[in-house]
């Protein structure tokens, strides 16, 4: 069956009546913009290939919009919404709007960003429309959390969203793209318009798809690969030997633990790879261990 036979979805007059009962008026500081399109939810529904067997981890469900397809396309979705009030009512609508899924969803307090726990069988995909005020640490700390999350679509600040997908040596590659790098393959699944949110945004959205790769076989871990991009965009547009002196204690050592790498001092860290950044990490460590810089 397709999704309209099994829910009823949300559009904008039923959005706007939700939120005129509960007295909700959406926040910047939440990230609150909710779509209300048919075409759109469905979309993403597609685009993000759901099996009958899959665990969605939605962040942001605020009155449901996507948690209904959703629900009608996956095995079981479990919603993180920070809003107390939205994390309250969504089961009422699901029972409401999909009473042969409602014993399918799963809703959680929490911030997303933070939370460490979710309840029943492991995510297998993520989708979800992510809070534009946090959608990296969101993303970084889920994937982190559940290695069991193979994949996800998710809609994102469109100018967030290009340096989430960025490569080394475009000019918006930063800390965001070699940290998500560690855990996944990102790339953009297409535009969304303005027009589809309640309120209407000022930034321009995209979907961004991810499938989730193997780290890098060394021998040291995420958080010292991560401290090195850390130091490497400290100080953007610097060198290697300049960017990392702090994190290697001065200039000199930075060079040697760069050439043992097998890098250039000269490089910048907008150049580099994920893969370098650890092959960095690892001749730090290195080099402790035989009592170098």
């Given at each position: 069956?397709?999704?309209?036979?099994?829910?009823?979805?949300?559009?904008?007059?039923?959005?706007?009546?939700?939120?005129?009962?509960?007295?909700?008026?959406?926040?910047?500081?939440?990230?609150?913009?909710?779509?209300?399109?048919?075409?759109?939810?469905?979309?993403?529904?597609?685009?993000?290939?759901?099996?009958?067997?899959?665990?969605?981890?939605?962040?942001g469900p605020g009155f449901g919009s996507l948690t209904l397809p959703l629900l009608a396309a996956a095995g079981r979705v479990v919603a993180v919404e920070?809003?107390?009030?939205?994390?309250?009512?969504?089961?009422?609508?699901?029972?409401?709007?999909?009473?042969?899924?409602?014993?399918?969803?799963?809703?959680?307090?929490?911030?997303?960003?933070?939370?460490?726990?979710?309840?029943?069988?492991?995510?297998?995909?993520?989708?979800?429309?992510?809070?534009?005020?946090?959608?990296?640490?969101v993303l970084l700390n889920i994937l982190a959390r559940w290695p069991s999350l193979q994949r996800g679509l998710v809609m994102v600040q469109a100018e967030?969203?290009?340096?989430?997908?960025?490569?080394?040596?475009?000019?918006?590659?930063?800390?965001?793209?070699?940290?998500?790098?560690?855990?996944?393959?990102?790339?953009?699944?297409?535009?969304?318009?303005?027009?589809?949110?309640?309120?209407?945004?000022?930034?321009?959205?995209?979907?961004?798809?991810?499938?989730?790769?193997?780290?890098?076989?060394?021998?040291?871990?995420?958080?010292?690969?991560?401290?090195?991009?850390?130091?490497?965009?400290?100080?953007?547009?610097?060198?290697?030997?300049?960017?990392?002196?702090?994190?290697?204690?001065?200039?000199?050592?930075?060079?040697?633990?760069?050439?043992?790498?097998?890098?250039?001092?000269?490089?910048?860290?907008?150049?580099?790879?994920?893969?370098?950044?650890?092959?960095?990490?690892?001749?730090?460590?290195?080099?402790?261990?035989?009592?170098?810089?």
């Amino acid at each position: 069956m397709t999704a309209p036979e099994q829910v009823r979805l949300l559009g904008p007059a039923e959005i706007r009546q939700l939120a005129d009962r509960l007295e909700l008026r959406p926040t910047k500081k939440l990230g609150q913009n909710f779509v209300h399109d048919h075409g759109t939810v469905r979309r993403i529904t597609a685009l993000a290939g759901l099996r009958p067997d899959d665990v969605v981890l939605e962040v942001g469900p605020g009155f449901g919009s996507l948690t209904l397809p959703l629900l009608a396309a996956a095995g079981r979705v479990v919603a993180v919404e920070m809003d107390p009030v939205l994390a309250a009512e969504l089961p009422v609508t699901v029972a409401a709007r999909a009473p042969g899924r409602a014993d399918r969803l799963e809703v959680v307090t929490a911030d997303a960003a933070q939370v460490g726990e979710l309840p029943g069988p492991p995510p297998t995909v993520m989708v979800a429309n992510l809070p534009y005020n946090a959608t990296v640490p969101v993303l970084l700390n889920i994937l982190a959390r559940w290695p069991s999350l193979q994949r996800g679509l998710v809609m994102v600040q469109a100018e967030v969203g290009e340096r989430m997908c960025a490569g080394p040596g475009s000019r918006v590659y930063g800390v965001s793209s070699a940290k998500l790098a560690w855990f996944a393959r990102l790339k953009l699944a297409g535009p969304v318009p303005r027009s589809v949110f309640w309120p209407v945004p000022g930034v321009d959205s995209v979907l961004v798809a991810f499938t989730r790769v193997d780290p890098p076989a060394i021998q040291v871990s995420r958080e010292e690969v991560f401290a090195v991009i850390d130091a490497a965009f400290g100080q953007r547009r610097k060198t290697l030997r300049a960017a990392l002196a702090g994190w290697a204690g001065s200039a000199a050592a930075a060079e040697q633990v760069i050439r043992r790498a097998g890098l250039d001092p000269g490089a910048r860290g907008e150049q580099l790879s994920v893969a370098e950044f650890a092959r960095l990490a690892e001749a730090r460590g290195n080099s402790r261990t035989i009592g170098e810089p």
